[in-house]
């Protein structure tokens, strides 16, 4: 019972983190129609400028407001030079170009910094753990989910109270019918890819939590796989379905962790996947998708 | 009588494939008469090919990018690996395999055949899930099906060696072999291409509801492209185990997929020579950057050891390819296309064609009818219980102003849209709501927005409609020179070799109507023929309708708003508004209904 509460807890925390890196692409998706290969490298970035800045002796709290300043500026800038070129091309183009910007950026943190994995330091109160009626809860993961309940909780009240949140649903509903309104798509566009880099940020932010602040220049590879699985099986365009799929996939790899034989721990991400296209086979438009009718 | 197009164009196939076995012939050349590591990299860009070019059979006529394949490719590895091994040396690396793969080895004939089938019949059941997603989430799911692989690779040790990679393989495939497996996939390449299965595939990723309207499956189509594509990339991956030797999971994952990614694009991804091309710029210039990021001094600049170099350079290829063009180096062209001048490929001989009924001998009489057809969208009633009546042999129209439910009539009709409730019959059976089986049923139709297979022939977009029923209905030679006849009064012939997007909008028009008689059909349903047409084009139309009843004996619905051309044309109206159907009778008591003219004159629509 009690290992089961930890895993809970462990799981929900975990989930939370994916939510926001499936919530981040979902709203680029939605707005732009781009399915953004690069979002992992957001996490990457952002983790590399927290570590830069508190190498240079500045504080943790400060270095990472860096990183995800770092974070939506890359993203604005990304969508400035690589994909408004390719804006309106069918959404293959757009992928294979997001596809090349991760490997360039990639290579170039390899080039400036390093190809090895290095160490954040961070708030040494972050690695330890309390202990909650005879539970032991390590902190990060508390932490975690908590910063993360939080900015979604942000995030839901930003898409239904403002304006802009308006516009963004708006958007993921019908894009066309949104640009026939004479909403600025410009406009839409670069927040939406802002928002997608600050939660990119707070995503590296609590991944570095997590993961004791190692970092490498692959580090948002997994996250942002698992995050583009989360927003296939919660369904394309639909943005509570990002989030509801990113907590699956939390769960399935806490679960799986916990209760798989040693040996086949390592199998965690094939399993989970494969499962995935097992849900896909029953419903193939993913649990919150709607099958999207052409007009004839 | 000739065929409209060739099934299969055998001189386009065998001049491409003899053009691009040239450069492989050069470069299995050098490598034989080299050796060494130059012998070994032109051997390993020809393992590529066989990569990209099984990547290309699926990506490039389905239109959906696939990272899965090299997944295939890293299976037919491990599998042929594993099967060719023999079990003393396989002892050592992984005793404990399960299935008592270390205890028996097949060679590596054997081995490589086995491999590619066990991987074949996975893909294909895989294929299953994902030919049915289609777009960009079967992207995704191809994604996941790469790193499933990788993780089982890296993680299952006791079959694959884990992280390590597996050695041990017997050496085998020689250069000269890789060559010969090089022309052979090149060959299958090109055939897919141009063949019916090919020609559909590419139908579907041009237009999913005009290739289901044609009678296409499009789940159907894409399987087989995907199986037989994940055999190619199975068979790549087995050559490069039995010619290195040694593998690791490495070797097939995401260093492997940004290559072939490049590879395949920057050439053209629907061109089968793009897919040559590709493989030779980026395997050059990869060369030429791992030299460069060796280190290099310039007069006073020394430029230090760079990993990453060659990463760049890939990921600027693929940015720079999608930036501008999108379509590669070559687009969808092929190597022959500068060599062969395009003729009129097609002989068409209207003379023998008169008057030859489609169906057969006799005349057949059928009615095709809506039977209370309803439709509601959410809450909102589109459609409300209407009855409509064609039979063979007659023309009827249908009129009302816009938003009257019209299109959605004709949706439901031709099996596009299910009805909310109602039937569709043809006599007394009823025809289920889908555009394969109305096609089948002989219900065939247009589209108000044209839809067609943009990027094909004029004659593939005919053939593939011809196809799918052609031999199912009585007369298969008859009935295509009943379609020839249409080609020809429809001015076609002059340009089936042309890309259906390139044609004017009259032409489009005409061949979308060509196309859905090259069905075959008892009925036709066409959604605005003369829309945007002059005149002249609107009177051609015209009689080519009247010619589909009169000559051929199929029941025409036509909906147009024009409304001189229409009620000259059709023996029976049938008006609708608000969804409903608020009148039947001949043109003249139409011109002279209260209702109608209420209804038309009340909407403001002409």
């Known amino acids: ?296 | 009588m000739k065929k409209v197009a060739k099934r299969l164009d055998i001189k386009r196939v065998v001049i491409r494939s003899v053009l691009l076995t040239i450069p492989l012939t050069i470069a299995v050349l050098v490598a034989t008469g080299t050796g060494g590591s130059i012998s070994r990299l032109i051997t390993v860009a020809m393992i590529n090919l066989i990569i990209v070019l099984g990547i290309q059979v699926f990506t490039g006529n389905t239109g959906i990018v696939s990272f899965g394949h090299i997944g295939f490719a890293a299976l037919g590895a491990y599998l042929t690996g594993i099967l060719a091994t023999e079990p003393d040396v396989k002892g050592f690396r992984i005793p404990d395999a399960p299935f008592g793969l270390s205890k028996f080895s097949l060679g590596p004939v054997l081995g490589l055949l086995v491999a590619v089938l066990i991987v074949t019949v996975l893909a294909f059941a895989l294929g299953t899930v994902i030919s049915r997603i289609g777009g960009i989430s079967a992207t995704m799911v191809t994604l996941a099906v790469l790193i499933i692989v990788y993780t089982v690779m890296n993680d299952w040790v006791a079959f694959s060696g884990g992280a390590e990679g597996f050695f041990g393989i017997p050496v085998t495939a020689s250069p000269v072999l890789v060559f010969i497996f090089a022309v052979f996939v090149l060959v299958i390449a090109s055939v897919y291409k141009e063949s019916i299965p090919g020609l559909r595939a590419q139908a579907v990723r041009e237009d999913e509801l005009a290739a289901r309207a044609m009678g296409v499956s499009p789940p159907r189509t894409r399987l087989w492209s995907w199986t037989l594509s994940a055999a190619i990339a199975a068979t790549g991956g087995g050559l490069l185990a039995l010619f290195l030797g040694s593998i690791t999971p490495r070797d097939f994952y995401l260093k492997l997929t940004f290559a072939t990614v490049a590879m395949l694009f920057v050439g053209g991804v629907q061109s089968v020579s793009g897919a040559v091309i590709g493989v030779i710029l980026i395997t050059v210039g990869n060369e030429i950057f791992r030299w460069l990021s060796n280190g290099f001094t310039i007069g006073a600049i020394t430029v230090p050891q760079n990993p990453g170099m060659t990463d760049i350079f890939l990921g600027l290829v693929i940015v720079v390819t999608m930036i501008s063009r999108g379509s590669g180096l070559m687009g969808s062209r092929e190597v022959e296309d500068f060599v062969i001048k395009t003729k009129k490929s097609t002989h068409v001989d209207i003379a023998e064609s008169r008057k030859t009924s489609f169906i057969s001998e006799e005349i057949v009489s059928k009615t095709l009818r809506a039977d209370s057809l309803s439709k509601s969208f959410g809450g909102l009633l589109a459609v409300k219980s209407v009855n409509l009546e064609v039979e063979t042999g007659r023309v009827v129209g249908l009129i009302g102003p816009n938003g009257s439910g019209k299109s959605t009539l004709l949706n439901m009709l031709s099996g596009v849209i299910p009805p909310t409730s109602g039937a569709v019959l043809i006599d007394s059976n009823e025809v289920a709501a889908s555009s394969e089986e109305a096609s089948r049923e002989g219900i065939a139709r247009t589209f108000q927005n044209i839809r067609l297979f943009g990027d094909l022939t004029v004659a593939a977009n005919i053939q593939i409609a011809l196809d799918s029923v052609g031999t199912k209905r009585a007369n298969p030679v008859k009935a295509e020179a009943a379609v020839s006849s249409i080609i020809s009064k429809l001015n076609l012939t002059d340009v089936l070799d042309r890309k259906a997007n390139t044609l004017p909008y009259g032409l489009q028009r005409k061949l979308e109507i060509a196309r859905a008689m090259a069905l075959m059909p008892n009925f036709v349903l066409l959604d605005e023929p003369v829309a945007g047409m002059n005149e002249v084009e609107s009177a051609e139309i015209a009689d080519v309708i009247k010619m589909l009843a009169e000559d051929l004996g199929v029941g025409v619905v036509v909906v147009d708003h024009d409304l001189p051309f229409i009620l000259n044309l059709c023996s029976k109206m049938f008006v609708m508004e608000s969804g409903k159907l608020i009148f039947s009778g001949t043109p003249q008591e139409t011109r002279q209904n209260e209702a109608v003219i209420a209804a038309y004159l009340g909407s403001g629509s002409n």
């Open chain 1, 1 to 296: 019972m009690t290992e089961i509460i930890q895993q809970l807890v462990n799981g929900l925390s975990l989930g939370a983190t994916y939510s926001l890196v499936a919530l981040g692409l979902a709203i680029v998706f939605t707005t732009f129609g781009l399915i953004n290969f690069a979002h992992g490298e957001l996490i990457t970035i952002t983790s590399y400028v927290t570590y830069g800045l508190s190498v240079l002796g500045i504080p943790w709290a400060v270095a990472i407001t860096g990183g995800l300043f770092t974070a939506i500026i890359s993203a604005i800038l990304m969508e400035r030079i690589a994909f408004r070129p390719v804006r309106g091309k069918p959404p293959t183009t757009s992928l294979l170009t997001s596809f090349g910007v991760s490997l360039i950026l990639q290579a170039l943190i390899v080039i400036i910094v390093s190809p090895r994995t290095k160490t954040v330091q961070q708030w040494s109160w972050l690695g330890g753990s309390d202990i909650v009626g005879g539970l032991v809860f390590p902190r990060y993961q508390v932490i975690t989910l908590v910063v993360a309940l939080i900015a979604l909780l942000a995030m839901v009240f930003t898409l239904k109270k403002t304006n802009i949140g308006l516009e963004i649903r708006g958007a993921a509903e019908d894009l066309e019918g949104v640009r026939l309104l004479g909403v600025r798509s410009g406009r839409l566009v670069v927040v939406a890819f802002a928002v997608s880099g600050l939660l990119a940020g707070i995503a590296a932010v609590l991944i570095m939590a997590r993961t004791g602040g190692s970092i490498n220049p692959h580090m948002g590879l997994l996250p942002m796989l698992s995050a583009f699985v989360a927003v296939v099986l919660g369904g394309f365009g639909s943005l509570g379905g990002a989030v509801l799929g990113g907590f699956i996939l939390g769960f399935l790899e806490v679960s799986l962790r916990a209760w798989l034989p040693q040996s086949a721990v390592g199998l965690t991400t094939a399993i989970i996947f494969a499962i995935v296209i097992l849900v896909l086979r029953i419903k193939p438009s993913g649990i919150m998708g709607k099958v999207i009718e052409e007009k004839v």
